[in-house]
């Protein structure tokens, strides 16, 4: 139940994202589909690369007092978007400032 309630807290943040940050977009007839997609594999990303980056770059967040998990997060939304589009998946990010952007709005929601 808890990991339903993950995915679905995560699907409406990725969805405001793609609503209010420009460069996050979902294209195609079906948004909610690539929104509901796109949580899955952001959620699988999450769990599966992001420990071993924060283990590996734990000296630089210790020195920027946490700052740079905003940029892990931003890279693990990137590349969540990258391996969503090589599945064709209609959810795009353009870059590493929407991703910064899209992370920040994310983490804020997941937070609340």
Known sequence: MKLIISWLINAA??????????????????????????AVIFGLVNALIRPLLKLLTCLINVLTLGLFTLVINA?????SSW???????DFRVDGFVPA????LLISVVSFI
């Open 83 to 89: 391996i969503a589009a090589q599945l064709g998946v």
């Open 100 to 103: 910064f952007l899209g992370a």
């Open 13 to 38: 943040a990725l969805a405001l994202a793609a609503a209010v940050v420009p460069g996050i977009e979902t294209t195609g007839d079906q948004a909610w589909v690539a929104v509901a997609l796109m």
């Open 75 to 79: 890279l693990m939304l990137w590349l």
